[in-house]
């Protein structure tokens, strides 16, 4: 009887070793699963927002800070007073921080201030997410 080099060589593995490489195959199969079903998640996610939706200015006013009668004095504690510098050196010099820009999150409606020219980068300090003010 003729045996083929195929059939030789099967016939020399042991039982363990088919098992691993079934375990193995069984794995990458199960992986590659998840990872189609996550990119398809997150794909149906991206396409919920409307990817035109960036920064905007559009939005009310901050509220402004309630100062109308002021607290009773003996709820605040006075400001203390700055210490001198001792080298007399002149103070630094406050830096323009520039434009104040007013805006709200398209994901999560939280407002805040950003500063400087536009077009400015910046992540939404409520939920994280990145956007562009234009």
């Not at 927002?49 to 559009?58: I, K, M, N, Q």
């Not at 510098?85 to 939280?110: K, L, M, N």
Request: proline share 13%; hydrophobic share 40%; net charge negative.
């Amino acid at each position: 009887m003729r045996t083929s080099l195929v059939a030789a060589l099967v016939q020399g593995v042991p039982d363990w070793v088919w098992v691993a490489i079934g375990a193995g195959l069984l794995l990458l199969v199960v992986l590659a699963i998840l990872l189609a079903t996550r990119k398809a998640q997150r794909a149906s996610e991206a396409a919920e927002t409307d990817p035109s939706l960036g920064w905007d200015e559009s939005m009310a006013p901050l509220p402004e800070p309630a100062v109308a009668g002021g607290p009773p004095a003996d709820e605040v504690a006075p400001w203390p007073e700055p210490v001198p510098d001792p080298s007399g050196a002149a103070p630094p010099a406050t830096a323009d921080v520039g434009e104040v820009h007013y805006c709200r999150c398209p994901a999560c409606q939280t407002q805040f201030t950003v500063t400087g020219p536009k077009p400015i980068v910046t992540n939404c300090p409520g939920c994280g997410k990145k956007g562009y003010l234009r």
